[in-house]
């Protein structure tokens, strides 16, 4: 008889392929081959893999203080956000899903003479986040606030600028 944690990532392992297996074979489940029915087929315009895997959000905002800019630049190993200029009040936000392996989203940050770089994101995979540290931990919006003192996490822990 498998014990209970054999069982638990025995039970993970096949809901994890048979979810690659419904998205690489969209064919089995939709009544026709045509790209359009494919896009309209149940599974995936109800959303069914997609309550799996909802859509993460993280914001950087700029809360700084009047006519203060600060300059930010996030990236992950797939996808290269770019150099941003935040105004006071203005943030800036992208929209994701964690891949089956894992997810991190870096930023650089620098205000003036400071400057902080740190984990906006991350998470182990598709059903584990990352709780090692609070300030990559969060469910699906993930709001980071630049202020002159600190930046504060999703989690309202303080990253002290260097």
């Known amino acids: 008889m498998p014990s ?3 069982k638990t990532k025995t039970n993970m392992v096949l809901l ?3 979810m690659l297996m419904l998205s690489n074979a969209p064919l089995l489940l939709s009544a026709s081959s ?4 494919y896009r309209e087929s149940w599974w995936v315009s109800d959303g069914l893999l997609n309550k799996f895997n909802p859509k993460q959000m993280v914001q950087v905002r700029n809360n700084v203080g009047p006519g203060e800019k600060i300059t930010l630049h ?3 190993k797939d996808n290269e956000l770019g150099t941003h200029v935040l105004e006071f009040g203005q943030s800036f936000m992208w929209k994701f899903r964690s891949s089956y392996g894992g997810t991190q989203f870096f930023c650089y940050l620098s205000w003036r003479q400071h400057y902080l770089d740190f ?3 991350a998470s182990n995979g598709l059903f584990q986040k990352d709780d090692k540290d609070k300030s990559m931990a969060c469910e699906v919006t993930c709001v980071w606030s630049v202020k002159s003192e ?3 996490s999703p989690k309202g822990d303080r990253l002290n600028w260097k």
């Open 150 to 152: 600190f930046i504060r």
């Open 16 to 18: 994890v392929s048979l």
């Open 74 to 76: 996030c990236m992950s």
């Open 4 to 6: 209970g944690k054999f």
């Open 34 to 37: 045509s790209p359009q029915s």
């Open 119 to 121: 984990i906006a994101y």
